[in-house]
């Protein structure tokens, strides 16, 4: 008998590369940089400051000391307790280590909190762009997204009232960003306020995604864990990748009601088994002494963020609003083309520059591209004087 092939479930075949196209001009960049072209890489969210030094000393020592076994799925108390106090200090309500959940990233926190409050065939209310990531997470659980569009012309403003009246009898949850990614938006407390209570009234979950909680610039960013009191049916979720440049350690946490954390306690030891037990200890030293590096790292988004808006302003064509916060600029290319994917396939190939077309992050940012602050004023520079020199044929090549 010939040999039958074993298939793949409908998850994983869901899973096949729903944004392959969205990457496409990044993977190309990184094929021309390993070839020894001199590209620019504007595309990645990933911080380029290294750990702060600190930090990987702990860890270090941590790991000397043979803090190399299982730990509890829930997390490790320190860190826990680590988190616990942060989240005391900065919204003025006592936080206990109980209420958190530490994962291997953010995206692991994301992913289990769906599994757990999210059946196949359920829809969430997502305001867009969204981070790209997201998609991944809804199609692997067979979640359907219900988009509500920010306005792109008041800097990704969100409007609380378009949100819920998105809500219908199939919205499990309604799931928000703040500090956005990548708008770069900060929601309102008041409109945050405002959706807990509707989501509440209407037994729904909202869940709160904060990783870019400390890198705002010129408005301090307010946590849902601060903009409502009732916490029954919220759900936070925040991570050191991006505030510690962390990225690479796999540090991220949920708060949540106790049951549902019981519910992702439970998932995350028939998934995860638990999070490196050196690394929590790294990451619970980093949140009791980072104030220093992350205002540092902060400070340097925003002289980037300056310079790369006034030198935009400078260039026909292009438009860009400041973000508030975060890590990423979206650049209006609509007066060259509707296409950002266009736009970032010519700016690759007539400028070395690579981006994310706008469309990753839903249809709304069709006309735009994103542009990362994770690169020295220097090479910013440089991108913006290619730009400059090169405008007329990008314009050329997207025509
Ligand atoms: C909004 C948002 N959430 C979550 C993540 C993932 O974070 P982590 O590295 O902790 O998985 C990212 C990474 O880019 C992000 O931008």
Redesign the pocket.
Known sequence: MADAQPSLSRRARRLAAPDADVWRVHEAALERLAAGDDIILLSV??PDFPTPEPIKQHTLAQLAADRTHYSPALGEPALRQAIADLETRTTGRPFEPEQFVI????????FTTFACIADSGAEVVVPEPM????RGIFAALGISVVSVPLDATRNFRLDPDRVIDAINANTCAVVL?TP???GGNIIAVESLARIANACRQRGIWLVC?E??SLFTFEEPHISLLRATDNLDNIVV?D????SHAM?GW???WAVAPPDLVQALGDFSGSAFFGSCQFVQDGAAYALAHDEPFVQKMCDEYQARRDYLVQRIAGIDGLVCAPPQA??FVMLDVSAITADGGRFAQALLDVARISTIPGVGFGATTRSYVRVSLTQPVGVLEEACDRINQSLPAIEAACA
């Open positions: 969210g990933d994962f291997p990233g953010a995206t692991a926190a994301l981070y790209i990531g997201y960003n956005g990614n990548p995604d990783v870019y979720i991570g050191l990748s991006k990225s796999r540090i991220g975060g890590m």
